[in-house]
């Protein structure tokens, strides 16, 4: 059955079926890449922070930085409110992950486990 809508990206007049969204593919398209570019933009970011705080970790323990000050220049890169999960201690503080590397911090300064 037939019928006449209006495209949901240029807005458009067309004809076709009554599920019909879209007057061409090209406005399909570029309809559903806007979407998901909305959404990877923030995944994105988020993925960066995490390589940044994953490097800064890696870097600081090859060069056998077991103790970090967090008030150090150098630590500006790092940014301790992402971490990919966390283990909960009682009376002690949390251990945070990023990928493969474990850190906790306390007093001040970022304790690289390993």
């Given at each position: 059955m037939e019928n006449e809508g209006k495209c949901l990206l240029c807005g458009k007049?067309?004809?076709?079926?009554t599920d019909k969204k879209f007057c061409s593919d090209a406005c399909r398209s570029e309809y559903h890449n806007r979407?998901?570019?909305?959404?990877?933009?923030?995944?994105?970011?988020?993925?960066?922070?995490?390589r940044r705080n994953r490097e800064f970790l890696r870097d600081n323990l090859r060069a056998g930085n077991m103790v970090i000050n967090m008030s150090e220049p150098g630590t500006a890169f790092f940014?301790?409110?992402?971490?990919?999960?966390?283990?909960?201690?009682?009376?002690?503080?949390?251990?945070?992950?990023?990928f493969g590397y474990r850190y906790y911090i306390s007093l001040g300064k970022l304790h690289i486990i390993g």
């Open positions: 007049s067309f004809q076709g079926r979407l998901r570019m909305k959404d990877g933009n923030q995944v994105r970011d988020v993925d960066r922070i995490l940014n301790s409110r992402f971490f990919t999960s966390i283990e909960r201690r009682f009376l002690r503080p949390p251990i945070y992950h990023c």
